[in-house]
């Protein structure tokens, strides 16, 4: 299960190639190639954003388990955006915003560290497409002293500052948080793509239901609908551990093995019942001094108790196979139910004879 995007590799390729010592030259070269993205009712207002779709082929996992595993990544690795996560299991998204250091820029006087607080949603789309979407429009510039207090604040449209307005002021500083934005949405697309290859793996749940699936067809292409299927509903399902009849087809499917009902040969249900006597136990303080008994002491009594163990056997006319024996443990109605459907296809095999007859086999119920 692999996840795909090829944008992060485009992008982030592009903005390396674009580098330049000179960050107002970088700046102005990413302004050229990746537009800002300008909202169709108020198009002066003007916005950052950056978009990746993560692609799976064989999608085996819940939605749920998807979206809990990358906000615990956030929560672990992007600890910023865990303050104001969300998590919509009924829009399939994760939305939160934080506020991110962009870049920091000395001058002879003055420390100039800008902040953006973008909103970044998450979402599955078509059960295979995970879409992580940035968008910010302002940044937050804090001039702070030599002992790094904080002196005064901007705060500022992007579109309003270097590049877009080359005669702006602060304009190595906002160049550096302008290509610096963009660096940290890639980043982290790139390190959540990482995160997922390396650590969500198929849903075993998931994955046993594809395997099932798969055998229940490869066997109904061979022999039909089953005509009964006895399985143990405690379990996760698994052909290999059920009891498939296809009367249609005169077949009985177990543990991988295919059996002829003319190969059946008798029934039993065994039991090895396990006893355990009963017991006294004597609790409190009672005492006695000379002989005499004092005190409040108390006994209990556990009753006798019979775990049973019940087993199926079955014997097969078939020297690799000659017997099988189902453990139904202490479940008796489950043994017999197995037992009733052996009944039934020996009581309707025809004879050994060949006269067209049926046998009266009956199933044998004994103890050891």
Not at 94 to 117: E, G, M
Not at 171 to 199: E, P, Q, R
Not at 339 to 351: C, G, K, N, T, W
Request: with cysteine; hydrophobic share 35%.
């Amino acid at each position: 299960m692999s996840w795909s995007c090829p944008e992060i590799e485009k992008y982030q390729g592009l903005l390396l190639s674009l580098k330049n010592d000179d960050y107002k030259i970088w700046a102005n070269s990413v302004k050229d190639r990746i537009e800002l993205y300008s909202n169709p009712e108020q198009p002066t207002d003007k916005y950052l954003v950056t978009q990746a779709i993560l692609t799976i082929e064989n999608p085996l996992f819940k939605t749920e388990n998807l979206l809990n595993h990358i906000s615990a990544w956030m929560k672990s690795k992007k600890k910023d955006w865990a303050k104001s996560m969300k998590i919509d299991l009924t829009e399939n998204t994760i939305a939160s915003t934080a506020s991110i250091h962009v870049a920091s820029h000395s001058t002879f006087i003055d420390l100039f560290k800008v902040s953006v607080s973008p909103s970044l949603v998450i979402k599955l789309v078509e059960d295979n497409k995970l879409l992580v979407s940035f968008s910010a429009n302002s940044y937050r510039n804090g001039v702070y002293d030599s002992r790094n207090k904080l002196l005064r604040a901007y705060n500022d449209k992007i579109s309003d500052v270097f590049p877009f307005v080359p005669k702006s002021s602060h304009k190595i500083t906002y160049a550096k948080a302008y290509v610096g934005t963009y660096l940290y949405f890639w980043n982290f697309i790139s390190d959540l793509h990482n995160d997922l290859n390396a650590n969500f793996t198929k849903d075993p749940v998931m994955l046993n239901q594809r395997h099932y699936q798969y055998s229940q067809d490869s066997l109904k292409a061979k022999y039909g609908e089953p005509t009964k299927v006895i399985a143990d509903k405690t379990t996760m399902p698994d052909v290999h551990k059920e009891l498939r009849f296809y009367e249609n087809a005169q077949k009985v499917v177990f543990m991988g093995k295919t059996i002829n009902f003319s190969d059946i040969i008798s029934c039993e249900i065994v039991d090895d019942p396990k006893f355990i006597p009963g017991r006294t136990s004597t609790y409190g303080l009672g005492f006695s001094i000379f002989g005499i008994g004092i005190g409040g002491a108390d006994s209990y009594t556990t009753p006798d108790k019979t775990i049973h163990s019940y087993v199926v056997n079955v014997k097969i006319d078939n020297m690799s196979t000659p017997l099988i024996y189902i453990a139904t443990g202490q479940n008796e109605n489950k043994a017999n139910e197995i037992a009733a459907v052996f009944e039934y296809i020996l009581r309707h095999q025809p004879s050994k004879s060949g006269k067209g007859t049926t046998q009266k086999t009956k199933v044998i119920k004994r103890k050891r």
